[in-house]
């Protein structure tokens, strides 16, 4: 029996073509959307705005996919409709909004969440300062890990 179509949604918790979601996908469509109500609010910079469409632009190269803008669960359910999808792809985020996303998905389409894989273990209370965090853990931070995306490798 064939696998139901599916489609990715990338977030901007996820923009990099090494995506678990992505990964996990390879052939699937995929859509960024940019979230008007947060960006109404959050006020960004023209340069931050250009970076996270140069940065999405560049993850879903080479695959079906569409940037949108609007608010991000109707936007990926039209776009799951145009797609005749009937299931989600996403990679987890520790964002407060994912999880009121995910609710109002699931109310309409299957959504399989992806996990990626830790920058670095940490136990603990949250620092509050980004320095005593990274004394912490620079050390693991900074360890190679593997051989890397192959248009880095040398």
């Known amino acids: 029996m064939p696998t139901p179509p599916a489609i990715v949604w990338l977030h901007g918790d996820s923009l990099s073509p090494h995506d678990p979601a992505l990964r996990a996908n390879p052939h699937a469509p995929a859509v960024f959307v940019f979230d008007e109500p947060f960006l109404q609010r959050a006020q960004l910079s023209f340069k ?3 970076f996270i ?6 993850a879903l190269q080479g695959r079906d996919f569409e940037l949108r803008r609007g608010g991000v669960v109707s936007e990926v359910l039209d776009f799951m409709q145009s797609r005749a999808a009937t299931e989600v792809h996403v990679t987890a985020t520790v964002a407060p ?3 009121s996303y995910l609710a109002e998905l699931r109310k309409a389409a299957r ?3 992806h996990t990626p894989q830790p920058l670095v273990s940490w136990s603990g209370a949250a ?3 980004f ?5 912490k853990v620079e ?5 190679p890990t593997g051989e890397g995306p192959p248009e880095l490798r040398g």
């Open 131 to 135: 320095s005593q965090f990274w004394r």
């Open 139 to 143: 050390a693991e931070a900074m360890r």
């Open 48 to 50: 931050r705005l250009l």
């Open 111 to 113: 959504v399989t969440i």
């Open 127 to 129: 620092p509050r300062r």
């Open 53 to 58: 469409y140069e940065s999405a632009s560049e």
């Open 97 to 99: 909004r994912f999880q």
